[in-house]
DNA sequence: ACAGTTTCCCGTAAATGC
DNA sequence: TGCATTTACGGGAAACTG
């Protein structure tokens, strides 16, 4: 018996990262009516029934079945595996009482669940119970939990190797800035994004709604760069994070036209702005942004075409490009006009004699103005420019650099960094 | 008995429109996985306990409450009544074997099933089975199935007065085009299309394909038109079907810059396009048209924003708006200025201080502009204007007309119908 | 391999519960 | 009443299945 306790204990170690994967991405997230799937079970060399459960701090069902007997796979280490897969979750609503959640105190995204697999063992007429769990995971309802469910997941994992603290979230402890990038670096596309210090700052409060405000911001920008962005990305050509000092450090000695990728710090949802050098008429060095995209806008036009398309139209709506070279100096044709719509080719006619007749329709295509003032038909810009320029300025010098000596060229590093891992 | 059979009789009639509403617009058919409701279910003065069916012919499973015992309502005429909601469908994947489909030469929008409703009688001793069903129902799987599945539920409904002849698609009859237009005014915003002529003759074929792909076509047309351009629709503003010749009528006296907006025939997504009057340096008179705009540009631009910063960019990047009047003489802003977006509030800021500081940014706004050819930079127009408006101009003299010489004002006619009849 | 059909599931909107 | 959470389902895409 103590022989198989022993092998017990080393068979049944949960392995850390990967146990439920929903979306691929965020293992331990499970939404209800969605399929997940464990497999890999690395088992007893017995025939065992194994049972999957959940525990009852909230009425979940596990549809789908959830009982399974283990082969003998001729898999890596000769140990039996089984594997669990189009199981899902589903809340049960009893009729009318039984409220849903077991500890009120705690937001649904921060509740914690354990998945069990359980199994019996006879050995020389002794029946033993196995049991095995998972990490928490978090179970969520609707897609939009995501960053939340995700953000907590993250959370406990960086800050305890307790195996099964379903009450972390009771009194959850203070992480580091360390940590955090730590945490962060486990993903993929975070391993790049390299965050500027000040961001840490903000997790440095208490716990909670600070901590899930960075969070879904950075996971929405995460979101946009995997959905929209990604080759541009690749290529080094986004800066992505970079504080305002060091903006204009970089651009302030480059020619007018030079511009800049960054990421929007100024709204929740994640945006990606571009930054450019242009000289007022007396000759002043200035710096202009355009409001950023968000997925909504890049939904429906790549930032290669955006770039490539924007405009600035002056009083006589005669519209000149402002962006010529992107940082340090690459002409912007030669970055992004290979990432640009290919022309449409004709449609064919409804009708059959479609070959003859050629489409009588004026091509057109979208592009992004930034009209200035003074424009003859309907304007929307209430400001000229100039004044908005000197805003931001002021605004610049209201808050002072932290910008470090050391890390004389980000771009290029990142750059580097790019290339060595490809992780797309 | 007699008695009771001829009470069943009447009782059970079945009601011809509002059946088992999926999309409250499209009875009838019904989508997997998705809700639908059989209520108000006049019935015989007795307690009586329904159970809902569906035929066997495909192997459908109804989740939700089936049965239900009918309650004394006192709703209109005193008789009873029972409402089943939640009923859903799924069909029963049994494990291997047993295709699908009954009848494989039927594809499934043209496979009709009955939903039936049975009870039991006693009375005097004896027990009476009774049963009713609805009319023929069409089961769809994906919601991108409904037109061809509303377009079966139309044909059938068009074409016979049976109420169960489930095998109608095996060998369905030719209608007329004054059926066909009987039944698109069966529809609310059909009501208003006014179809013409010519589209009628493409209805006159044996049945199924060319049937289908118009139906497609003009549903599409409904859904554009409801989801997007509703507004300008019931203004009158939009001329909708009109023949290339009509057009070219219309607007062949009126002052350039006068426009008029109308569906594209020639896509099967169905699309709006305006066209406006130009002269040429010669001084002759020009019809343009732009590339029609689909749901998918609408879904990011409204149509009235689309046509207010529509621009025509010649070869010195120099802007200027084709569109002045919408015919038959009202200025562009005064139609559509309402409908345009409100310029965008300026949002607060992540942090907390969004009182004193300004966004720094350029705002932007996307307009549509059709770029001439020599324009300095990624112009996408390998073909003048000029060449493009002559072969237009050859593909309408190489249909000759069809116009009829009554119907001289339709514009006019049907906006005063739009006022007629609202609803929306 | 392929096309008709179904499943999967995100993301918006609406409903629901507390 | 308001907010947190769940449900509903359209729509695009992948998976399925003869």
């Known amino acids: 018996v103590d022989l198989f306790r022993n092998l017990m204990k080393s068979a049944f170690v949960v392995e850390r990262q990967?146990?439920?994967?929903?979306?691929?991405?965020?293992?331990?997230v499970i939404?209800?009516?969605?399929?997940?799937?464990?497999?890999?079970?690395?088992?007893l060399n017995y025939q065992l029934k194994i049972k999957v459960c959940i525990d009852k701090s909230r009425k979940f069902n596990i549809l789908g079945t959830n009982t399974k007997v283990m082969n003998m796979e001729e898999s890596n280490n000769g140990s039996l595996s089984a594997e669990f897969k189009h199981l899902t979750l589903r809340e049960q609503r009893c009729g009318n009482g039984g409220r849903t959640n077991s500890d009120a105190s705690l937001i649904v995204t921060e509740e914690l669940h354990l998945i069990t697999f359980e199994t019996e063992v006879y050995h020389q007429g002794l029946k033993i119970d196995l049991e095995t769990h998972s990490l928490p995971v978090?179970?969520?309802?609707?897609i939009c939990q995501m960053p939340n469910a995700w953000a907590s997941i993250l959370w406990y994992n960086m800050l305890t190797n307790h195996p099964?603290?379903?009450?972390?979230?009771?009194?959850?402890?203070?992480?580091?800035?360390?940590?955090?990038?730590?945490?962060?670096s486990w993903q993929a596309v975070c391993k790049l994004l390299r965050l500027p210090d000040h961001l840490g700052q903000v997790l440095q409060?208490?716990?909670?709604?600070?901590?899930?405000?960075?969070?879904?911001?950075?996971?929405?920008?995460?979101?946009?760069?995997?959905?929209y962005i990604l080759a541009l990305w690749n290529e080094g050509y986004i800066m992505g994070f970079i504080s305002k000092e060091r903006e204009r450090a970089l651009l302030n000695p480059k020619p007018p036209g030079t511009f800049l990728l960054r990421f929007s710090e100024s709204s929740k949802e994640g945006g990606i702005t571009f930054t450019w050098v242009e000289k007022d008429i007396s000759g002043k060095t200035q710096m202009q942004s355009v409001e950023p995209?968000?997925?909504?806008?890049?939904?429906?036009?790549?930032?290669?075409?955006?770039?490539?398309?924007?405009?600035?139209?002056?009083?006589?709506?005669?519209?000149?490009?402002?962006?010529?070279?992107?940082?340090?100096?690459?002409p912007k044709d030669e970055a992004f006009g290979k990432y640009c719509r290919p022309e449409a080719a004709p449609e064919p006619e409804m009708g059959g004699d479609s070959t003859s007749t050629i489409q009588p329709y004026l091509k057109t295509k979208f592009i992004c103005v930034t009209p200035t003032n003074s424009g003859n038909t309907s304007d929307l810009f209430p400001m000229s420019p100039r004044t908005l320029d000197s805003l931001m300025h002021n605004e610049v010098e209201a808050n002072p650099s932290h910008l470090e000596a050391g890390n004389t060229d980000w771009f290029e590093e990142r750059k580097r960094g790019v290339e060595r891992n490809s992780y797309y």
Not at 18 to 28: G, I, Q, W
Not at 31 to 43: A, H, Y
Not at 165 to 174: C, I, M, R
Not at 294 to 323: E, H
Request: net charge neutral.
């Open 164 to 184: 099964k603290n379903v009450n972390f979230y009771t009194k959850p402890p203070v992480g580091t800035w360390d940590q955090v990038a730590e945490v962060l």
């Open 293 to 330: 995209y968000t997925k909504q806008q890049l939904n429906n036009m790549s930032f290669a075409d955006i770039i490539m398309g924007y405009k600035i139209m002056d009083a006589t709506n005669i519209l000149v490009s402002p962006l010529v070279y992107l940082y340090p100096d690459i």
């Open 138 to 142: 978090v179970v969520i309802s609707n």
């Open 205 to 227: 409060g208490k716990h909670g709604w600070q901590r899930l405000l960075l969070w879904v911001w950075l996971d929405n920008i995460i979101d946009l760069v995997k959905k």
């Open 31 to 43: 939404k209800t009516g969605v399929q997940f799937t464990k497999s890999e079970f690395p088992e």
């Open 18 to 28: 990967p146990c439920m994967p929903m979306h691929p991405d965020r293992p331990l």
